[in-house]
């Protein structure tokens, strides 16, 4: 009876948390990577050193509104389970005045000019992918799901030339995101798909001093 009780407690507890991954929106998942992306800050003009906790991220969370818009897929190569990798983009991002100086010097977010933050979720694991914008890049990650996906779907594996001869996402350079993360040092000026919003914000600033 006690074994009985404890296999239905862990399958409430194993649905329940499917129940909330489910809930869970493209905007939550953009604004958890965004927020990891921010590096701790130590300004002069700060009472302190701010760095990375629970509270900044429910604040982040509530005071941060951000604006998304999908990316258009151009594919041959699924067909009926194309519809399995949505991509994203931000278009705009708001902030509350109730932040503090604080917050509001760490959540800031630097939109960038020639580059965007796009990221890729797997609608049916949950999976999520930073693709362009960000300090980190996630592409092998998503290249390694999409030729598993495809070996299920098509019993055989995806041939590199064919994916990137057939799979198109609006703004996204795979070929540059493959070579360029390939090589032994990041060359940014190369690979220009590898540079971070922070990246072109930065020059745009230097260049309008």
Not at 28 to 50: Q, Y
Not at 75 to 80: D, E, G
Not at 160 to 185: A, H, M, P, T, W
Request: aromatic letters at 18%; a positive charge; glycine letters at 2%.
């Amino acid at each position: 009876m006690i074994k009985i009780k404890i296999v239905f407690i862990l399958t409430f507890l194993c649905t329940l948390n499917l129940y909330s991954q489910s809930k869970t929106t493209a905007e939550d998942i953009f604004k958890m990577h965004l927020f990891l992306d921010k590096k701790n800050i130590t300004r002069s003009d700060l009472s302190k050193t701010v760095v990375k906790n629970d509270s900044l991220y429910d604040s982040f969370k509530k005071n941060c509104s951000i604006k998304l818009d999908t990316l258009k897929l151009k594919s041959n190569i699924f067909l009926s389970i194309d519809g399995d990798f949505t991509f994203y983009t931000i278009t705009d991002i708001k902030y509350s005045d109730s932040l503090n100086t604080n917050e509001s010097w760490f959540l800031k977010i630097d939109l960038g000019y020639d580059s965007k933050y796009i990221i890729a979720i797997n609608q049916n694991t949950g999976r999520s992918y930073r693709l362009s914008g960000f300090y980190s890049n996630d592409f092998f990650a998503f290249y390694f799901d999409i030729k598993k996906a495809y070996r299920d779907y098509n019993f055989k594996d995806l041939k590199k030339k064919l994916f990137f001869r057939e799979y198109f996402v609006e703004s996204i350079d795979f070929k540059c995101l493959y070579k360029g993360l390939r090589q032994n040092k990041i060359d940014k000026e190369r690979f220009p798909c590898l540079k971070t919003c922070s990246d072109t914000f930065s020059m745009h600033q230097f260049k309008i001093k």
